[in-house]
């Protein structure tokens, strides 16, 4: 049982489009981290969110933390190329040294 | 500082092979980990250490060993190489084991076990 379900899976949009991508789990978490890992490459930090129903905005994208602490969400307004790449979404349970990884979600932009 | 880095960027090995990833950060970090990504599997936890002296399992610990003799390295040992190790794999690090600190990922060790 994987204890952070992503979804979509994959994902292709066009340029300027919106989407969402979002990280469920039956679990609370103490925290949730969402990084973004292109081809060849290892992943790279992009938001960490503690605080149950927190909204942190980093440029075009959204991130949110349930209030539950249970599940997150990121949004990106205007998809650009340069989004491509693969989404994950990473947390330890409350008391855990181990950080669990959701399965991703390929994003592709298409211009 | 390099922060975090890996050698070799590939490898590939006979089936019973053992061999050594190399990981290294000089970010004075304490918390250290191995990780394996696999197609439409994520990233897997394999070891980690909360500091020198310290290691413990991750989620898919078997075949694999860790030491932490030094803060700044923390290689994994694959003992007898199967195919079902074939992978990349991740080490990254971070300030401290709470889970909120940013982990910094190495460029990845790419194995090929035949």
């Known amino acids: 049982t994987q204890l952070l379900e992503q979804s979509p899976q994959f994902l292709s949009i066009q340029e300027g489009e919106n989407l969402t991508v979002y990280c469920n789990s039956s679990?609370?978490?103490?925290?949730l981290q969402w990084y973004r890992q292109e081809p060849g490459e290892g992943p790279v930090l992009l938001v960490t969110?503690?605080?149950?129903?927190e909204v942190k905005k980093l440029k075009r994208l959204t991130f949110q933390f349930g209030d539950a602490r249970k599940d997150s969400s990121l949004h990106i307004t205007a998809a650009q190329p340069g989004d491509t790449g693969l989404y994950l979404c990473?947390?330890?349970?409350?008391?855990?040294?181990?950080?669990?990884f959701g399965k991703g979600t390929k994003l592709s932009v298409i211009p | 500082n390099a922060g975090v880095t890996q050698t070799p960027k590939f490898q590939v090995l006979k089936t019973g092979q053992s061999m050594t990833l190399q990981c290294a950060q000089d970010?004075?970090?304490?918390?250290m980990s191995w990780y394996r990504q696999d197609p439409g599997m994520g990233l897997r936890l394999i070891h980690y250490?909360?500091?020198?002296?310290?290691?413990d399992q991750g989620e898919v610990p078997n075949g694999y060993n860790v030491s932490r003799s030094t803060t700044e390295d923390f290689p994994l040992r694959l003992l007898s190489a199967a195919p079902s190790q074939t992978s990349v794999y991740f080490c990254?690090?971070?300030?401290?084991?709470?889970?909120?600190?940013?982990?910094?990922f190495g460029p990845g060790t790419r194995l090929l076990v035949l």
């Open positions: 990254a690090s971070s300030l401290s084991y709470r889970p909120e600190e940013t982990q910094y």
């Open positions: 679990s609370v978490f103490s925290s």
């Open positions: 969110v503690v605080t149950g129903g």
């Open positions: 990473a947390g330890a349970r409350a008391g855990s040294y181990q950080l669990t």
């Open positions: 970010m004075n970090h304490e918390y």
């Open positions: 250490s909360v500091g020198a002296g310290i290691t």
